[in-house]
Protein backbone atom coordinates (compact mmCIF):
# COMPACT_ATOMS: atom_id res chain seq x y z
CA UNK A 1 0.00 0.00 0.00
CA UNK A 2 1.48 3.58 -0.81
CA UNK A 3 2.21 5.81 1.81
CA UNK A 4 -0.77 8.29 0.64
CA UNK A 5 -3.16 5.24 0.71
CA UNK A 6 -1.80 4.06 4.35
CA UNK A 7 -2.59 7.93 5.86
CA UNK A 8 -5.78 8.42 4.05
CA UNK A 9 -7.00 5.09 5.85
CA UNK A 10 -5.59 5.92 9.26
CA UNK A 11 -6.84 9.14 9.24
CA UNK A 12 -10.33 7.95 9.50
CA UNK A 13 -10.00 7.14 13.22
CA UNK A 14 -11.44 9.67 15.11
CA UNK A 15 -8.45 9.64 17.52
CA UNK A 16 -6.05 10.67 14.58
CA UNK A 17 -7.56 13.70 14.42
CA UNK A 18 -4.31 15.44 16.69
CA UNK A 19 -0.87 15.85 14.98
CA UNK A 20 2.46 17.29 16.26
CA UNK A 21 3.44 20.13 13.62
CA UNK A 22 7.24 21.37 14.21
CA UNK A 23 8.24 24.46 13.01
CA UNK A 24 11.80 26.70 13.77
CA UNK A 25 11.53 29.70 14.96
CA UNK A 26 13.65 33.00 13.69
CA UNK A 27 16.25 31.67 16.20
CA UNK A 28 16.60 28.29 14.37
CA UNK A 29 15.22 26.61 17.77
CA UNK A 30 12.70 24.08 18.09
CA UNK A 31 9.30 23.99 18.61
CA UNK A 32 6.18 21.84 18.46
CA UNK A 33 2.48 21.93 19.43
CA UNK A 34 -0.47 19.96 18.73
CA UNK A 35 -2.60 20.87 15.87
CA UNK A 36 -5.92 19.75 14.03
CA UNK A 37 -5.40 17.66 11.10
CA UNK A 38 -8.84 18.67 9.07
CA UNK A 39 -8.60 16.92 5.83
CA UNK A 40 -6.70 16.08 2.74
CA UNK A 41 -6.87 18.92 -0.28
CA UNK A 42 -9.01 16.89 -2.48
CA UNK A 43 -6.76 14.34 -5.08
CA UNK A 44 -3.76 15.53 -3.78
CA UNK A 45 -1.70 14.25 -0.44
CA UNK A 46 -1.94 17.89 1.05
CA UNK A 47 -2.28 18.21 4.62
CA UNK A 48 -5.10 20.89 5.98
CA UNK A 49 -4.35 23.02 9.13
CA UNK A 50 -6.31 25.95 10.38
CA UNK A 51 -4.49 28.72 12.12
CA UNK A 52 -4.67 32.17 13.13
CA UNK A 53 -2.55 34.72 11.81
CA UNK A 54 -1.32 36.04 14.59
CA UNK A 55 -0.05 33.03 16.26
CA UNK A 56 3.38 32.17 17.06
CA UNK A 57 3.62 29.34 14.34
CA UNK A 58 2.87 32.34 11.62
CA UNK A 59 5.99 34.00 12.26
CA UNK A 60 8.20 30.76 12.67
CA UNK A 61 7.01 30.08 9.57
CA UNK A 62 7.93 33.87 7.74
CA UNK A 63 10.69 32.89 8.84
CA UNK A 64 11.18 28.72 7.46
CA UNK A 65 8.18 27.60 5.42
CA UNK A 66 9.55 24.20 6.26
CA UNK A 67 7.80 21.60 8.87
CA UNK A 68 7.87 18.69 10.19
CA UNK A 69 4.42 16.57 11.43
CA UNK A 70 4.70 13.81 13.53
CA UNK A 71 1.02 11.47 13.18
CA UNK A 72 1.05 8.58 15.56
CA UNK A 73 -1.84 6.08 15.07
CA UNK A 74 -2.04 4.47 18.49
CA UNK A 75 -5.17 2.17 16.88
CA UNK A 76 -2.49 0.88 14.33
CA UNK A 77 0.66 1.44 16.44
CA UNK A 78 2.21 3.46 13.38
CA UNK A 79 3.61 6.27 13.13
CA UNK A 80 4.30 8.96 10.44
CA UNK A 81 6.98 11.79 10.37
CA UNK A 82 5.99 14.12 7.07
CA UNK A 83 8.54 16.58 6.38
CA UNK A 84 7.06 19.41 4.28
CA UNK A 85 6.38 22.97 3.13
CA UNK A 86 3.78 25.02 3.72
CA UNK A 87 1.69 27.30 1.85
CA UNK A 88 -0.12 29.75 3.94
CA UNK A 89 -3.80 30.65 2.67
CA UNK A 90 -4.70 33.98 3.84
CA UNK A 91 -7.63 36.86 2.76
CA UNK A 92 -5.56 37.86 0.44
CA UNK A 93 -5.24 34.24 -1.44
CA UNK A 94 -8.13 35.00 -4.23
CA UNK A 95 -7.25 31.96 -6.26
CA UNK A 96 -7.84 29.14 -2.74
CA UNK A 97 -10.73 31.47 -1.59
CA UNK A 98 -13.29 28.92 -1.86
CA UNK A 99 -11.02 26.34 0.06
CA UNK A 100 -10.53 28.75 3.21
CA UNK A 101 -14.23 29.79 2.76
CA UNK A 102 -15.35 25.91 3.01
CA UNK A 103 -13.29 25.42 5.56
CA UNK A 104 -14.99 28.36 7.78
CA UNK A 105 -17.92 26.76 7.16
CA UNK A 106 -17.09 23.68 9.15
CA UNK A 107 -16.21 25.12 12.21
CA UNK A 108 -17.84 25.82 15.79
CA UNK A 109 -19.36 28.81 16.42
CA UNK A 110 -17.16 28.81 19.42
CA UNK A 111 -14.26 27.81 17.02
CA UNK A 112 -14.78 31.02 14.99
CA UNK A 113 -15.45 33.32 17.92
CA UNK A 114 -11.85 32.73 18.63
CA UNK A 115 -10.73 34.23 15.39
CA UNK A 116 -12.60 37.58 16.42
CA UNK A 117 -11.37 37.39 20.13
CA UNK A 118 -7.61 38.74 21.48
CA UNK A 119 -4.24 38.26 20.68
CA UNK A 120 -2.99 34.92 20.74
CA UNK A 121 -0.18 35.11 23.06
CA UNK A 122 -0.86 38.39 24.50
CA UNK A 123 -0.29 38.65 28.24
CA UNK A 124 -3.93 38.77 30.52
CA UNK A 125 -4.28 39.22 33.75
CA UNK A 126 -3.98 36.08 35.97
CA UNK A 127 -7.75 36.19 37.01
CA UNK A 128 -9.13 37.13 33.32
CA UNK A 129 -11.98 35.25 32.28
CA UNK A 130 -13.93 37.35 30.09
CA UNK A 131 -12.37 37.85 26.59
CA UNK A 132 -14.41 36.31 24.35
CA UNK A 133 -17.65 37.75 25.93
CA UNK A 134 -17.70 40.61 22.96
CA UNK A 135 -18.32 38.41 19.93
CA UNK A 136 -20.80 36.09 21.61
CA UNK A 137 -23.99 38.28 19.73
CA UNK A 138 -22.35 37.77 15.73
CA UNK A 139 -23.39 34.70 13.26
CA UNK A 140 -19.79 34.82 12.10
CA UNK A 141 -21.02 34.15 8.46
CA UNK A 142 -18.28 36.07 6.94
CA UNK A 143 -14.81 34.89 7.33
CA UNK A 144 -12.39 36.28 9.97
CA UNK A 145 -9.62 37.96 8.62
CA UNK A 146 -7.45 36.13 11.10
CA UNK A 147 -8.02 33.11 9.95
CA UNK A 148 -5.97 31.12 7.60
CA UNK A 149 -5.11 27.48 6.06
CA UNK A 150 -1.70 25.97 6.46
CA UNK A 151 -1.56 23.42 3.18
CA UNK A 152 1.00 21.46 4.36
CA UNK A 153 2.77 19.08 0.94
CA UNK A 154 4.54 16.70 2.09
CA UNK A 155 7.86 15.73 0.17
CA UNK A 156 9.11 13.16 2.10
CA UNK A 157 7.64 10.62 5.15
CA UNK A 158 8.97 8.50 7.63
CA UNK A 159 6.85 5.50 8.47
CA UNK A 160 7.47 3.19 11.49
CA UNK A 161 5.04 0.19 11.84
CA UNK A 162 5.35 -1.10 15.73
CA UNK A 163 3.46 -3.77 15.28
CA UNK A 164 6.34 -5.98 13.94
CA UNK A 165 9.53 -7.27 15.87
CA UNK A 166 11.83 -5.99 14.94
CA UNK A 167 9.81 -2.41 14.32
CA UNK A 168 9.75 -2.14 9.86
CA UNK A 169 11.02 1.07 8.79
CA UNK A 170 9.96 2.85 5.39
CA UNK A 171 11.54 5.96 4.18
CA UNK A 172 9.57 7.96 1.19
CA UNK A 173 10.89 10.36 -0.80
CA UNK A 174 9.30 12.47 -3.48
CA UNK A 175 11.03 12.52 -6.73
CA UNK A 176 9.50 13.71 -10.22
CA UNK A 177 5.90 13.17 -8.96
CA UNK A 178 6.57 9.59 -7.13
CA UNK A 179 7.45 8.27 -4.33
CA UNK A 180 10.37 5.99 -3.85
CA UNK A 181 10.62 3.86 -0.94
CA UNK A 182 13.58 2.57 0.93
CA UNK A 183 13.20 0.07 3.93
CA UNK A 184 15.97 1.17 6.90
CA UNK A 185 16.96 -0.68 10.23
CA UNK A 186 14.42 0.82 12.99
CA UNK B 1 -0.78 24.13 41.41
CA UNK B 2 2.58 24.67 40.42
CA UNK B 3 4.49 23.51 37.14
CA UNK B 4 6.25 20.30 38.17
CA UNK B 5 3.05 19.44 40.15
CA UNK B 6 0.26 19.15 37.23
CA UNK B 7 3.60 17.20 35.21
CA UNK B 8 4.16 15.12 37.71
CA UNK B 9 0.35 14.40 38.50
CA UNK B 10 -0.47 13.81 34.35
CA UNK B 11 2.68 11.24 33.51
CA UNK B 12 1.00 8.82 35.92
CA UNK B 13 -1.95 8.18 33.64
CA UNK B 14 -0.60 4.92 31.35
CA UNK B 15 -1.42 7.03 28.11
CA UNK B 16 0.90 9.42 29.20
CA UNK B 17 4.34 7.89 28.57
CA UNK B 18 4.60 9.11 24.51
CA UNK B 19 5.89 12.48 24.64
CA UNK B 20 6.95 14.37 20.91
CA UNK B 21 10.34 15.72 20.91
CA UNK B 22 11.87 18.14 18.71
CA UNK B 23 14.99 19.03 17.58
CA UNK B 24 16.47 21.06 14.64
CA UNK B 25 19.08 19.57 12.24
CA UNK B 26 22.61 20.66 11.42
CA UNK B 27 20.53 22.50 7.80
CA UNK B 28 18.08 24.32 10.90
CA UNK B 29 15.01 22.38 9.64
CA UNK B 30 12.69 21.09 11.99
CA UNK B 31 12.15 17.51 12.86
CA UNK B 32 9.58 15.59 15.59
CA UNK B 33 9.05 12.07 16.67
CA UNK B 34 7.63 10.51 19.68
CA UNK B 35 9.62 8.89 22.27
CA UNK B 36 8.54 7.27 25.54
CA UNK B 37 8.87 9.36 28.89
CA UNK B 38 11.00 7.67 31.28
CA UNK B 39 10.33 9.40 34.23
CA UNK B 40 11.70 12.16 36.25
CA UNK B 41 15.24 12.58 37.50
CA UNK B 42 14.56 12.23 41.33
CA UNK B 43 13.68 15.48 43.03
CA UNK B 44 14.03 17.23 39.59
CA UNK B 45 12.16 18.49 36.84
CA UNK B 46 14.65 16.64 34.60
CA UNK B 47 12.55 14.12 31.34
CA UNK B 48 14.55 11.04 31.38
CA UNK B 49 14.25 9.99 27.57
CA UNK B 50 16.52 6.85 26.15
CA UNK B 51 17.88 6.53 22.66
CA UNK B 52 20.72 5.27 20.51
CA UNK B 53 24.00 6.85 20.01
CA UNK B 54 24.05 6.63 16.34
CA UNK B 55 20.36 8.01 16.28
CA UNK B 56 19.39 11.17 14.08
CA UNK B 57 18.22 13.04 17.08
CA UNK B 58 21.89 12.56 18.54
CA UNK B 59 22.87 14.15 15.57
CA UNK B 60 20.92 17.16 15.80
CA UNK B 61 21.62 17.63 19.64
CA UNK B 62 25.05 17.72 18.51
CA UNK B 63 24.02 20.53 16.44
CA UNK B 64 21.84 22.38 19.05
CA UNK B 65 20.91 20.85 22.12
CA UNK B 66 17.94 22.71 22.95
CA UNK B 67 14.83 20.98 22.16
CA UNK B 68 10.85 21.28 22.92
CA UNK B 69 8.49 18.53 24.31
CA UNK B 70 4.69 18.06 22.80
CA UNK B 71 3.04 16.18 25.84
CA UNK B 72 -0.71 16.29 25.17
CA UNK B 73 -2.92 14.42 28.04
CA UNK B 74 -5.85 12.76 26.23
CA UNK B 75 -7.35 12.23 29.30
CA UNK B 76 -6.90 15.45 31.12
CA UNK B 77 -7.17 17.54 28.01
CA UNK B 78 -4.24 19.80 28.99
CA UNK B 79 -0.88 20.41 26.60
CA UNK B 80 2.29 21.47 27.72
CA UNK B 81 4.99 22.56 25.52
CA UNK B 82 8.39 21.89 27.50
CA UNK B 83 11.62 24.18 25.83
CA UNK B 84 15.25 22.54 27.74
CA UNK B 85 18.13 21.83 26.98
CA UNK B 86 19.78 18.41 26.96
CA UNK B 87 22.43 16.44 28.37
CA UNK B 88 23.69 13.55 26.94
CA UNK B 89 24.62 10.81 29.35
CA UNK B 90 26.59 8.16 27.59
CA UNK B 91 29.28 5.76 28.54
CA UNK B 92 31.92 8.14 29.32
CA UNK B 93 29.45 9.79 31.78
CA UNK B 94 31.13 8.37 35.34
CA UNK B 95 29.46 10.75 37.61
CA UNK B 96 25.48 9.56 36.00
CA UNK B 97 26.67 6.17 35.66
CA UNK B 98 24.10 5.10 38.23
CA UNK B 99 21.59 6.17 36.41
CA UNK B 100 22.49 4.87 32.64
CA UNK B 101 22.97 1.67 34.65
CA UNK B 102 19.70 1.37 36.42
CA UNK B 103 17.52 2.94 33.04
CA UNK B 104 19.43 -0.02 31.23
CA UNK B 105 18.05 -2.44 33.90
CA UNK B 106 14.23 -1.66 33.42
CA UNK B 107 14.06 -1.97 30.23
CA UNK B 108 12.79 -5.44 28.19
CA UNK B 109 15.42 -7.82 26.46
CA UNK B 110 13.79 -6.99 23.57
CA UNK B 111 14.24 -3.16 23.39
CA UNK B 112 18.05 -4.29 24.76
CA UNK B 113 18.65 -5.69 22.02
CA UNK B 114 18.28 -2.97 19.68
CA UNK B 115 21.11 -1.59 20.97
CA UNK B 116 22.81 -4.24 19.75
CA UNK B 117 21.46 -4.04 16.88
CA UNK B 118 22.28 -2.24 12.71
CA UNK B 119 22.72 1.55 12.41
CA UNK B 120 19.30 2.79 13.27
CA UNK B 121 18.50 4.45 9.91
CA UNK B 122 20.57 2.26 7.65
CA UNK B 123 19.40 1.11 4.51
CA UNK B 124 18.25 -2.24 4.34
CA UNK B 125 17.54 -4.77 1.90
CA UNK B 126 12.96 -4.47 1.21
CA UNK B 127 12.49 -8.15 2.55
CA UNK B 128 15.30 -8.08 5.45
CA UNK B 129 13.50 -9.44 8.31
CA UNK B 130 16.39 -10.78 10.44
CA UNK B 131 18.42 -7.99 11.23
CA UNK B 132 17.90 -8.63 15.26
CA UNK B 133 18.34 -12.43 14.98
CA UNK B 134 21.99 -12.43 15.52
CA UNK B 135 21.88 -11.28 19.23
CA UNK B 136 18.83 -13.20 20.46
CA UNK B 137 20.82 -15.68 22.62
CA UNK B 138 22.46 -12.45 24.99
CA UNK B 139 20.98 -11.87 28.24
CA UNK B 140 22.07 -8.45 27.93
CA UNK B 141 23.34 -7.85 31.52
CA UNK B 142 26.37 -5.55 30.37
CA UNK B 143 25.23 -2.19 29.36
CA UNK B 144 25.41 -1.51 25.56
CA UNK B 145 28.05 1.01 24.47
CA UNK B 146 25.19 2.68 22.16
CA UNK B 147 22.89 3.61 25.06
CA UNK B 148 22.20 6.88 25.78
CA UNK B 149 20.04 9.00 28.52
CA UNK B 150 18.32 12.04 26.95
CA UNK B 151 18.16 14.10 30.54
CA UNK B 152 15.91 17.28 29.13
CA UNK B 153 16.19 20.27 31.84
CA UNK B 154 12.89 22.66 31.15
CA UNK B 155 13.41 26.43 31.10
CA UNK B 156 9.56 27.16 30.06
CA UNK B 157 6.87 26.00 29.92
CA UNK B 158 3.35 26.75 27.95
CA UNK B 159 0.45 24.77 29.35
CA UNK B 160 -2.75 24.97 27.39
CA UNK B 161 -5.95 23.55 29.31
CA UNK B 162 -8.74 22.82 27.44
CA UNK B 163 -11.23 22.41 29.60
CA UNK B 164 -12.40 25.72 30.27
CA UNK B 165 -13.68 28.08 27.69
CA UNK B 166 -12.61 30.32 26.45
CA UNK B 167 -9.24 28.15 26.97
CA UNK B 168 -6.47 28.57 29.53
CA UNK B 169 -3.10 29.45 28.60
CA UNK B 170 -0.20 30.04 31.23
CA UNK B 171 3.21 30.46 30.03
CA UNK B 172 5.95 29.69 32.98
CA UNK B 173 9.45 30.45 32.80
CA UNK B 174 12.22 29.40 34.93
CA UNK B 175 14.39 32.23 36.70
CA UNK B 176 16.85 32.20 39.56
CA UNK B 177 15.40 28.54 40.38
CA UNK B 178 11.83 29.95 40.12
CA UNK B 179 9.09 29.21 38.23
CA UNK B 180 7.40 32.63 37.07
CA UNK B 181 4.04 32.48 35.48
CA UNK B 182 1.96 34.83 33.12
CA UNK B 183 -1.10 34.09 31.66
CA UNK B 184 -1.90 34.44 27.80
CA UNK B 185 -4.42 34.90 25.77
CA UNK B 186 -4.99 30.92 24.44
Known amino acids: ?16 KYVQLATVDKNNQPSVRTVVFREFVQST ?17 SHCRNVQICWYFSQSREQ ?7 EMVDSN ?10 QWQKLS ?8 AGHPGAALPLDDVNQHSV ?14 LLLVRPHQVDHLDLNTNP ?20
Open 109 to 116: KAAKSAYF
Open 80 to 86: FRISGDV
Open 93 to 102: NESLRHLRVA
Open 135 to 148: HTQNDFSEVSNKFV
Open 45 to 61: SDIIIHTDIRSEKMRHL
Open 167 to 186: HTRIASKLENNFWQEKRLNP
Open 1 to 16: MNIQSLLELNSLFPES
